[in-house]
Every structure is written in C-alpha cells, then in structure tokens.
C-alpha cells in the first residue's frame, strides 16, 4: 500500500519558536494532502487541504498565518506552526490522498493515506 | 455540514466475543462511509468502505459493516475479536461525488483481553 512519512515524530519547543513539520508521500504522489489535528480523546479535526502548487484551504476557525502550508512538491507538504504557544501542543496527523484501483468490477477510488503523526508539546 | 458520533468510547472484550461498534452520522445527502484502524504505535489504515451497491460491506480482518439508510448508521462488526484487535476504531463519512472532506467520529478505543 501506499506510505506517508511525517518527520519529525515527536518535538518540544519553547513558546514563540516555530516548528516545522513535513509530509512525504514515500511511493506515489500526491497532489493533494491533507492536515489534521488531534487532541486527547477526540476526533481528527481537519485544519487544511494542502494543494501542490496552490494555496492551502484552511478549515473555518484555523488561523492560515499561524500554520503555514507549503505544498511544493508532489510528494511534500510541510506545516509550520509559527510563533508557538503551549495552546498549540497537539498531536498533528497528515494524509495523502491516492487513486486505488478497485477489485474486479470496482472502480477506482480515493483513498486517504495517513502518516504516523507528529507530537508537538509547546514548553 | 456532516457529522459522525460514536457512542461506544470505551469497550473491552474478551477474546472470541463478539463485537458491535455503532455509528450514526448526520447528512442530508448520499454519503460515503469508512472505519479506520489505529492499531497502538501505528498509523491509521482504512479498515472498510461503503460508497454504493451492497449495504453489507467486508473488510480486512473478518471486520464488516452495515450501512442502514434509514437508521443513519454504520456499525462495524466482527463475530469474534482477538488480541489482536486492541485498537482505535474511527467511524468517518464524507458527502459522495467526487471527492468531499472525510469528517471523522471521535474514536472507540476498543481492548481485547485474552
């Protein structure tokens, strides 16, 4: 199946610094990725559409000048998480979206490959 | 705008009982249904889908899912769990057509005891 990689797995930063995290999609390309986040015992919540080559769409609430989203390449996305609070540690998940090619009979379809996860802790 | 609830947060079985997670989503449209896995330490993984066709879907793992129209619903089943399927469960469903935002349920953290 298909991989997606997030780097870094895990990172703790000090209030008002920036982190950056990638997206890769390790053996298809994607030219559309998406960004979650997840806090303890909830749900994925959607932030943005990451699209290669355009601008990001943002979710409704999600603030585009505090996660930057670049999607310059087919198999890279990156969210930076400017200027830091402690309000912002949370788990951020990302995916990349794929054609798969149905069983006998099936047609194709679009399928959401999900990376492991990047665990941001804001001291 | 869709909405997912998974009623059942926590549940824990014993091996080869039966298991019967619910989901209930809320759309005025035709819609397309997931259960991902999270199995500890990985990432998640479609389980199944529904998009047309057969309400009785099969997925990997002897998992399976019946959309009921009328009741709203997609509750995952399996008629006898291992250790093996201690994960998190996530119910998902996005309007059909094309290709539309996947609106996740808040996750059943399921815990198989041997």
């Known amino acids: 199946g298909a991989v997606v990689s997030q780097h870094p797995s895990r990172v703790i930063c000090k209030s008002g610094t920036s982190v950056k995290i990638e997206c890769r999609s390790l053996?298809?390309?994607?030219?559309?990725m998406f960004w979650y986040r997840q806090f303890p015992k909830q749900s994925l919540m959607l932030m943005a559409t990451?699209?290669?080559?355009?601008?990001?769409?943002?979710e409704q609430g999600v603030e585009k000048d505090k996660f930057l989203i670049n999607h310059a390449s087919l198999t890279l996305s990156t969210l930076t998480v400017t200027s830091a609070h402690p309000e912002d540690s949370s788990f951020y998940i990302c995916?990349?979206?794929?054609?798969?090619?149905?069983?006998?009979?099936?047609?194709?379809?679009?399928?959401?490959?999900f990376g492991p996860g990047t665990r941001l802790t804001v001291l | 705008a869709q909405s997912v609830s998974q009623h059942n947060h926590h549940v824990i079985l014993s091996e080869a009982a039966s298991l019967e997670l619910g989901c209930n989503y809320s759309?005025?449209?035709?819609?397309?249904l997931f259960w991902y896995v999270q199995y500890p330490g990985q990432h998640l993984q479609l389980l199944l889908k529904?998009?047309?066709?057969?309400?009785l879907v099969k997925g990997i793992k002897g998992f399976e899912a019946e959309f009921i129209k009328s009741k709203f619903s997609f509750n995952l089943r399996k008629p006898s769990v291992q250790w093996s399927d201690t994960a998190e469960y996530f119910c998902?469903?996005?309007?059909?057509?094309?290709?539309?935002?996947?609106?996740f349920g808040t996750g059943t953290k399921l815990q198989v005891i041997p």
């Open positions: 995916s990349a979206r794929a054609w798969v090619s149905g069983l006998a009979g099936e047609v194709p379809y679009n399928e959401q490959f």
């Open positions: 053996d298809f390309q994607a030219t559309t």
């Open positions: 990451s699209n290669e080559g355009s601008k990001a769409t943002y």
């Open positions: 759309y005025g449209g035709t819609v397309n």
């Open positions: 529904y998009f047309s066709g057969d309400p």
């Open positions: 998902a469903v996005s309007p059909s057509g094309g290709y539309q935002k996947v609106t």
